[in-house]
């Protein structure tokens, strides 16, 4: 009973604990990850999904991400270690084809589906890629709702 | 001993010295692949017009490439191209030929030639 009591209590006081995403150090993929956006934490999609999207690098949401082949093999190689998790589940559509948004994951959608289309809208915003519009620390890997200012 | 660590120490720093490149260099590259002079007035005109694709190059960049530009889709801030302004730019052939592989296919479906190449780039080396 009273290490439940514990445990609740610890749980309580760190609510944002979920909402961190540790990302070991690796260059490469800070380098050609984040060029054109952010370097989004390996943990929000699943192996299966970051090896759809890295095998589709000319075909990067309708822009031309290629890389060379030995840049790409450790890059998706550094995905595939640390994708995914308890969090995260599965990140495949309803057919089982790899999601390879996140924001199109069944986390994203949940922890979201307050925010209307018109706050996406929003011109310091505009695209559900820009984490850091809103989350103010993202860019450590700190998704905590207390970091969150929604510009208006 | 002591002489061939300091000689090899030399001979790395050469070798370092001569890897790295200048905007020059690759203007120079682009020419002589062109067989042609570059033409800055050219080049400022395929940077801001588009070329059969959503995009044109100053989409991103701006048509003002001594400031800083934001991606057209992600809205991540991207630094200033024209190297009087950033003066990491076009200094790593890795990059430089990285970067106009994926952007001329993203502007234009295709690789650029050598000759807007060097007038792209003539044009940004224009820009102060």
Known sequence: MKRTLVLLLAAASFPALADRYVVPKHAAFEEECASCHMAYPPQMLDAHSWQHLMNNLPKHFGTDASLDEKRRVAIADFLGKNAGGRKTGVTADAKGNPLIRITETERFVRKHRQIADAVWQRPAIKSKANCTACHTTAAEGNYSDDNVRIPR | ?128
């Open chain 2, 1 to 128: 001993m002591r002489f061939p660590l300091l000689f090899s120490i030399a001979l790395s720093l050469a070798a370092s010295v001569a890897q790295a490149e200048t905007p020059r260099d690759f203007l120079t590259r682009f020419e002589k692949e062109a067989g042609a002079a570059a033409s800055a007035e050219r080049g400022g005109r395929f940077f801001t017009s588009r070329h059969g694709s959503e995009w044109s190059c100053s989409s991103c960049h701006t048509e003002r490439p001594t400031q800083g530009g934001r991606h057209a889709k992600t809205e991540k801030d991207i630094q200033p191209l024209a190297p009087a302004a950033n003066a990491a730019r076009f200094t790593d052939a890795a990059k430089v030929d990285k970067w106009f592989r994926r952007n001329c296919n993203d502007v234009a479906n295709r690789v650029c030639t050598a000759q807007e190449k060097a007038d792209v780039l003539a044009w940004l080396l224009a820009q102060k």
